[in-house]
């Protein structure tokens, strides 16, 4: 019994919280991978070799408007959007 209410915890838990980022893009800046996330701010990250995530710090992006389209920079370069995740 106890195991059931943990699994299903463990069930919800995991469809709020992704629930939760409701904005996921994947871009290519300068040769490195980024994964931006976010519905109200956008948090950036990136993997290492094993594959974990790994937090980037937001000041190191800025993201303009230029023809009606969003435009991603990181550390002063253009990133090239690869879509959706």
Not at 42 to 52: E, V
Not at 56 to 81: A, N
Request: aromatic fraction near 10%.
């Amino acid at each position: 019994m106890k195991t059931r209410a943990l699994l299903a915890g463990i069930a919800v838990l995991t469809l709020v919280t992704g629930a939760a980022a409701k904005e996921q893009f994947l871009y290519n800046c300068n040769g490195t991978s980024i994964e931006m996330l976010g519905e109200d701010g956008y948090w950036f990250f990136t993997r290492d070799k094993k594959g974990r995530l790994k937090k980037l710090p937001t000041r190191l992006f800025r993201e303009t408007i230029k023809e009606g389209k969003d435009v991603l920079y990181f550390h002063g370069r253009k990133c090239r959007s690869l879509g959706p995740l």
